[in-house]
């Protein structure tokens, strides 16, 4: 996908790409493909987040984003006690297929860090919703800030998106930072016995679009 680097966007601080290299991605149930993997330089907040590059998009589209904030457990181990898994397998494929970016950011825990996240669980067994367990440790319930995911868009030179979310609030900071968010493309919805209730909890205090009628056939174990 041919993306130069956008005009700056005023009162953003520039990002720079510093690095681009092919990958190819091979999923546990058999799919592949391959993805430029982008680094950036000057990103406001020091961190490592990545860009995977996927397909083009065609003439005259405006190519479909993703931000997925990293979740070790789910992604990484499978985790069935949220979605985040089988959200960025699924968002692997639909950006593939239609052209577009998947900002992997490195904010787990929804910014707190792994080792408050697995606090954070513990407290949830006691009973606790993922946001009331987080206030519990003194956290706020989500801590993302997607200045650097601007800047990275910035640097990969789009300005106008379809975006791959539940999420209104990424979306509204999205659009606050200059980026024309146009369509709001929900994901699937992936319930198991032990994330009904952590699904559930996104849509009634973040309004995630995800439908409770789907959340409420699903046991809790």
Known sequence: MSMERSTRMPDLPAATQRSRVRVPLRFGDGYRVDAELVTFHGLVDGQEHLALVLGDPAPGTVPLVRLHSECLTGDVFGSARCDCGPQLREAVERIAERGGVLLYLRQEGRGIGLYNKLDAYALQDQGLDTYAAN?????????????????????????????????????????????DVGNRVPTGVFTTAHNVRYLRAKVLQTQHTLPLGELSEVGVG
């Open 135 to 179: 206030a519990a440790l003194g956290l706020p319930e989500d801590a993302r800030d997607y200045t650097a995911a601007a800047q990275m868009l910035q640097a990969l030179g789009i300005a106008e998106l379809d975006l791959l979310s539940n999420n209104p609030d990424k979306a509204g900071q999205l659009r606050d930072l200059g980026i």
